[in-house]
């Protein structure tokens, strides 16, 4: 029995020694961030941005899809999502890869800003969070979510909603529909895939994914869902294209 007591304490020693080298790999990579570039200047090169969209000028059903679907406790947590993270750790070692992040769209937000081009997927992480916690202290809930639909990638090139809404509806960001509204909101999940002009079938099963988010989340009631999942499915059925 103290064999086995003293082997449980050796791995947690050598488990605790491990993540403590990650959390410093994780803050290196953060502190090194922002010594280059302050959060203030990085967000204010972002808004010097002749496309940078405001909050105000999306449709509220927007912003609902989008939180639905991408962080359906975005409003109540600091920064990162405790039970998002357990999630995705869980579905990663039950799948033995990793296929789920786990990150809010504050880390998303921070990823945007400075770690995009960072290979190290735990150091990034980490740094993720350290900058997640500076953000939600810093700047609203509606400061974060306008960074974040001006800097996501929607795929073909589009950084941001305007450019999205002009190349795959030709239509400024105030003018989209509830349907405009749920497509643009599932494809940044995964552009490569779910892009309207990569795969119309993925992008219409997204679209429905994003759909049944808002109703799990009281966004829209089922009769509302079911009457525009209609009005997209003879859209489709007539032309083969979401692109309203």
């Known amino acids: 029995m103290k064999l086995f007591l003293k082997i449980l304490l050796f791995i947690f020693i050598i488990l605790f020694a491990i993540g403590c080298i990650f959390l410093y790999n994780g803050y290196s990579t953060y502190k090194k961030a922002i010594e280059e570039t302050s959060l203030a200047d990085k967000i204010a090169e972002v808004k010097s941005d002749e496309d940078y969209v405001s909050i105000d000028e999306v449709p509220e059903y927007y912003r609902n899809a989008v939180i639905a679907v991408e962080d359906h406790r975005f409003e109540s947590h600091n920064g990162i999502d405790i039970i998002g993270i357990c999630r995705a ?22 990823k945007n800003l ?13 740094a993720e969070i350290f900058v997640a916690f500076d953000l939600e202290n810093n700047y609203s809930k509606n400061d974060i979510l306008e960074l974040y639909i001006n800097t996501i ?15 795959y509806i030709d239509k400024e960001p105030k003018d989209m529909t509830l349907a405009d509204a749920t497509m643009m909101a599932g494809i940044p999940n995964a552009p490569s895939v779910y892009a309207p002009t990569v795969n119309p079938d993925l992008t219409l099963s997204r679209q429905k994914k994003v759909i049944s988010s808002m109703v799990e989340y009281n966004y829209l009631s089922q009769e509302e869902a079911d009457k525009l999942i209609e009005e997209i499915e003879n859209l489709y059925k007539t032309t083969s294209s979401l692109l309203f």
């Not at 990638?153 to 190349?167: N, R, S, T, V």
């Open 114 to 126: 400075y770690f995009i081009y960072e290979d190290n997927v735990i150091n990034r992480k980490i």
């Open 89 to 110: 750790i869980f579905t990663n070692i039950k799948e033995w890869e990793f296929i789920e992040g786990g990150s809010t769209i504050t880390q998303q937000v921070a």
């Open 153 to 167: 990638y929607f795929g073909d090139g589009y950084y941001g909603i305007k450019e999205a809404c002009e190349g």
